[in-house]
């Protein structure tokens, strides 16, 4: 089990080795473990003495973002970017979070990105309760998804832009790729707004008033990306639509060049056919202008059917 902790008092934030958490006194005290191991069970039950609920919460392996108020505190799941590389079908990190008044613990399985920058948030005094800590969190994991969910409307910009029957296959790849990942985004998104707005109207002393400003703030962030993402769905499905619809267009191209190809050498191929079978008797096939003759009729049956094509116009299609 690894981790770290804050204690704070007056704004004023010292690390210290986790379990030092327990015992030291404070305004806050901040405990943050990163591990996937089952002993972190046990530090949570038998040494933080947390009821089985939040432990079970804290550590379980598939979560989902949620809110749920449990006696003075509350448990908060919310999901993050990773700087590492994710299944493709859970694309975000999960951060849990407890917080009573005076104290919060968060458990991460995978290293998620806004752990960092709250960190980095309680160096510089700017958290001083649980609410400011969770506000941080909540605000730190919108504010570093939302340019990648602007990023994935860039590239489908860039996408119809570049629309072409030539980059047909290039193209329907990087669409793929894109509404893959606003799929698994928007899986989470809208529960997360879900949780902040049910944490922000939660009862309790130790979430300030400016505290659920901003859970409410993240949440609208989140409602934003989500109706983003689906817009981006939306327009995934019509450009994938219209790539199918330009890749028909080459095929039907391609079969009309095949089918006047076809059409040209049908009638030379019967005659040269005809008159290339071994039997006796064929007209004029003893005679020395047989087969110029012969091959004045093909070259003036394929002039006659180009002529038919153009005058039906199949080469303009």
Known sequence: MSGFGFRITDAKATRIEVKEALTCDADLVWVHLSTTAEH??????????LQDYVVDALTATETRPRCEGVGDGAFLNLRG?????????DLLASVRIWAVKGHVFSVTRKPLI?????????ERG?????????????????SDLDPDVAGLGDQLDDCEEQLDAERVFELRRTVSKVRVAAIGYKRFLNPQRAALEKLAALP???????????????????????????????????????????RAEQLDTRG???????????????????????????????????????????????????????QRHWFRR
């Open 40 to 49: 972190a069970q046990s530090w949570l039950r038998d040494e933080a003495k």
């Open 81 to 89: 970017r990773s700087d590492e590389t994710l299944d493709t079908s």
């Open 114 to 122: 806004a752990v960092a920058e709250v960190e980095k948030m309680v």
């Open 126 to 142: 700017e958290i001083r309760d649980p609410g400011d800590l969770i506000a941080a969190f909540a605000t730190a994991i919108t």
């Open 204 to 246: 309790g002393d130790w979430l300030a008033d400016d505290d659920r400003l901003h859970l409410a703030a993240a949440a609208d962030r989140a409602a934003r990306m989500a109706e983003e993402l689906e817009s981006i769905r939306e327009r995934s499905a019509l450009i994938h639509e219209t790539l199918t619809d330009l």
């Open 256 to 310: 009309l060049v095949i089918s006047i190809a076809a059409m040209v050498f049908l009638p030379l191929t019967f005659i040269t056919g005809l008159y290339g079978m071994n039997v006796a008797n064929l007209p004029y096939s003893q005679e020395p202008w047989a087969f110029d003759a012969i091959c004045g009729i093909c070259a003036l049956l394929s002039a006659g059917v180009v002529v038919y094509f153009v």
